[in-house]
């Protein structure tokens, strides 16, 4: 698992270094693994590194000391260093006469000193910094056109949250330090590739955190020697409706490519359901419907006397119930559906279903909001968006960064919520059958906006994700072999 602090855990864990070792011997080990890095990049993007020009921004904080000690370094190795000071008074004294006795220039933050480096390295805030980049910052960012390295976070961007409410940096690399922060996973677009440089922090558990793919792969779960169709568990689907007959089609058709357990389907779409899926087994309604071991109910079910009697009768079960679409419009009525139930509930909106349900949107920070349902409706709350969270009831939250936005189509939702209940009915835990679901659907639309014959990527569509999950769950599960 990949590991996120937020930066009061970071600064507690930094403190008794700070206290044991020699003033400014961490910042020279987080600026010396820095200066690693954007030597590389430089050598990968120019082929080399003595005599490129490479300009840092720096403001008035230990972020802008990293950047003036990785400067000083590179001096070291022979690339023309550029400071360029937002706040030239409360610029990190030890490590502008660092830089200015290795020969760097040191010239104020103006656009006419920007000159035409090769990289910049954003130092203007790290975890101290709040909102986002003042106007003089983010006047000569806009000037700017060579790719920027992030120092510890892409300033302007929250560190905790992600939340970007202005100006704000986009890199092409972050570089952090100690620990990866909760902006890396949250605000990942902003962020680019991130490289880590341990600068030999203790840090406790974490609470929010994101499953490597090799990890999802593991536990996939797969027909085993003694398995059979029921033992592998049936998920049932009261999915669609008149209105919607698509949404049963995709989000049973999910079911079936997630496992290979039984796919049950209630519901008046169930001809729509035969025709392309035959597998599956169809009944009219819930009450008919035979054994299950999880149920998904509400894509496209409508909102009608039916649809919420029989919302009920699946809530009223003993099995897990994911609840999506137009299921969490009826719970926003009725919470009590699902506060006292005692196994588990999975609640899967998307923002504007995030509000209908507890009166506020998630934003700006979308992490203490998906906690907060959690644990107050005692549920398990996978909120949907290009970085998509689960949270369990007792606070602790996956993320999964989708890493492209093509999922964002009609119906994808429905195909999200189908593999998902398939994975529940295998007796996964919830959160986890929730992040492996939302890791496997992201890379399937990636895949899906792909093709193989030619480069690039196209808009794709929810029937196209559901034709590629075969593929994705293939590399996730590759991943095992390979790592
Ligand atoms: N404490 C240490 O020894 C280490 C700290 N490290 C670096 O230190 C950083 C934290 O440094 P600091 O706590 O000094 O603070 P920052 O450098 O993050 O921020 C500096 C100051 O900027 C101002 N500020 C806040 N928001 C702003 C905005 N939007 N625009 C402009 N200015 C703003 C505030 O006055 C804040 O105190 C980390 O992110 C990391 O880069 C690393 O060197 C590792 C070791
Ligand atoms: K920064």
Redesign the pocket.
């Known amino acids: 698992m990949r590991s996120f602090h937020p930066s009061d855990v970071v ?1 507690a864990a ?1 403190a008794p270094l ?1 206290e044991s070792l020699p003033e400014g011997t ?2 020279r080990r ?2 010396y693994g820095l200066a690693r890095v954007v030597a590389s990049e430089l050598r990968e993007r120019t082929g080399g590194i003595a005599g490129r020009r490479v300009s840092l921004l720096v ?8 950047a003036l000690w990785a400067g000083t370094f590179l001096r070291r190795r022979g690339v023309s260093v550029t400071a360029l000071l ?1 706040d030239p008074d409360r610029a990190h004294p030890a490590g502008l006469r660092a830089l200015r006795k290795a020969g760097g220039r040191i010239v104020p933050a103006t656009p006419e000193h920007l000159g035409d480096p090769d990289l910049v390295l954003d130092g ?11 106007p003089a ?1 983010a006047a000569l960012v806009d000037e700017i056109t060579a790719p920027i390295i992030a ?3 892409p ?2 961007v929250d560190p905790d949250t992600g939340a970007v409410d202005g100006p704000a940096i986009t890199a092409a690399v972050t570089v952090t ?2 620990a990866y922060k909760p902006v890396h996973a949250l605000g990942a677009t902003r962020c680019g590739r991130v490289e880590l440089v341990d ?1 030999g922090l203790t840090l406790p558990e974490a609470g929010l955190v994101a499953a490597e793919p090799s990890e999802i792969g593991a536990i996939w779960p797969v027909p085993g020697a003694e398995d059979d169709k029921y033992s592998q568990g049936v998920v049932g689907v009261r999915a669609g409706s008149a209105r919607y007959p698509g949404a049963g089609v995709l989000c049973t058709g999910a079911a079936v490519a997630a496992t290979s357990g039984m796919v049950r389907y209630a519901g008046s779409g169930a001809s729509e359901v035969l025709a392309r899926f035959p597998e599956v087994v169809v009944s009219p309604s819930v009450a008919e419907t035979g054994r299950v071991q999880a149920w998904v109910v509400g894509p496209g079910a409508g909102t009608d006397d039916e649809a919420c009697a029989n919302l009920r009768d699946i809530l009223a079960t003993d099995l897990p119930v994911l609840v999506d679409a137009d299921g969490l419009t009826l719970l926003a009525r009725e919470p009590g559906l699902v506060r006292g139930r005692s196994a588990h509930t999975l609640l899967t909106p998307h923002a504007g279903e995030f509000a209908r349900l507890t009166g506020n949107r998630p934003e700006p920070d979308r992490v203490a909001a998906v906690r907060s349902l959690a644990a107050d409706w005692g549920v398990h709350v996978l909120l949907k968006g290009r970085a998509t969270l689960v949270a369990r009831p007792d606070g602790h939250v996956f993320v999964n960064d989708a890493g492209g936005s093509w999922a964002s189509t009609a119906g994808a939702g429905d195909v999200l919520a189908g593999v998902i209940g398939s994975l529940l009915s295998s007796g996964m835990p919830v959160d986890l059958a929730a992040a492996a679901g939302a890791r496997a659907h992201a890379l399937a639309a990636n895949l899906a906006a792909q093709d193989p014959k030619s480069p690039g990527a196209a808009p794709t569509s929810a029937s196209a994700i559901l034709s590629r999950l075969g593929d994705s769950i293939r590399l996730l599960r590759t991943h095992i072999a390979e790592s």
């Open positions: 600064r930094e700070l961490l910042m987080a600026a403001g008035s904080g230990d972020n802008g000391g990293d937002l203007i805030v790290g975890i101290s910094g709040r909102g986002p980049l003042r910052a120092v510890d976070i300033s302007g330090f100690g600068i």
